[in-house]
């Protein structure tokens, strides 16, 4: 791999993400990282706590911005229609899943390894957890001004979209052709889907 160019900051994330996802995380030393990002070991330790706060980096601002999106629309509910914004979280959250899953796997196959990011991440307040409570707060948003249904169970609404986006990112691997569903098309049919079952009779605006 060719040094990275740029601030030391910007090129330890870009060749952390390129390492992770060629050699996969359990393989990405720090040592490793540094040398390819052109820089020395302490320089790394310099931005970062260790490898778990680079992979947690790396998974934040490398890969589809789910959190934004999230956080601006739970903080603006009745912008765009419910649809089209259902829509917009199951395209974001397909590709943040299909582009991180990769990366992650091979962390269950590390006891230790996988023990050291879980702590990590609770330090930092992150987690595969916190994209549901996100949805979740926005579904209640809406719910809020009248755009989800009373009797809607938000948290389990969150959970079905964001695990149908999860399970995409490797259930097709085992297919004769291991094509995914086009993000699009199964987006657009999540939304819809999952619309039927939380909105206001009629209510898709």
């Known amino acids: 791999m060719e040094p990275k160019s740029g601030p030391a900051r910007v090129r330890i994330l870009d060749a952390a993400h390129e390492l992770m996802l060629t050699v996969g995380l359990a393989r990405a030393t720090t040592k490793e990282i540094a040398k390819a990002a052109g820089c020395s070991e302490a320089a790394l330790y ?11 980096r790396v998974l934040a601002e490398r890969l589809p911005k789910l959190a934004p999106l999230l956080h601006a629309l739970a903080a603006e509910p009745g912008r765009h ?40 991440m609770r330090e930092m307040e992150s987690g595969p957890h916190k994209p549901i409570e996100w949805l979740d707060a926005y579904l209640k948003a809406e719910q809020s001004i009248g755009r989800v249904a009373p009797t809607a169970d938000t948290f389990a609404a969150a959970s ?5 986006c ?40």
């Open 160 to 164: 079905l979209l964001l695990g149908a």
């Open 81 to 120: 229609t419910l649809e089209e914004n259902l829509t917009e979280i199951a395209r974001q959250a397909a590709l943040f899943y299909e582009q991180s899953f990769p990366i992650a796997a091979s962390l269950y196959a590390e006891t230790q390894l996988k023990r050291r990011h879980d702590d990590a």
């Open 166 to 205: 999860a399970q995409r990112a490797f259930a097709y691997d085992a297919t004769q052709d291991g094509v995914r569903p086009p993000v699009e098309e199964f987006a657009s049919r999540l939304a819809r889907t999952l619309l039927g079952g939380i909105s206001v009779a009629g209510e898709s605006a």
């Open 46 to 56: 310099k931005y970062f706590t260790g490898k778990e706060e680079v992979f947690i």
